[in-house]
């Protein structure tokens, strides 16, 4: 019964918590971005696949 009567204080903490986690991993994601665009590709050529194959007909799709 007690509980019921701190149930917004329990639900403000709790949301601050999720809060403070949320910026905190932010955070460390940030960290990431920064250090994978320092991270050089180099001058070597990009892979390229061709895909081959037949077209489906408009009316098989849907049928």
């Known amino acids: 019964m007690?509980?019921?009567?701190?149930?917004e204080s329990?639900?403000?903490?709790?949301?601050?918590?999720?809060?403070?986690?949320?910026?905190?991993?932010?955070?460390?994601?940030?960290?990431?971005v920064r250090a994978a665009a320092m991270v050089s590709v180099g001058s070597e050529k990009m892979a390229v696949v061709k895909v081959v194959g037949k077209r489906v007909a408009p009316a098989a799709k849907f049928g």
């Open 10 to 32: 329990l639900f403000l903490a709790a949301a601050l918590v999720v809060c403070v986690g949320t910026y905190a991993s932010a955070e460390s994601y940030k960290a990431q």
């Open 2 to 7: 007690n509980v019921l009567k701190h149930m």
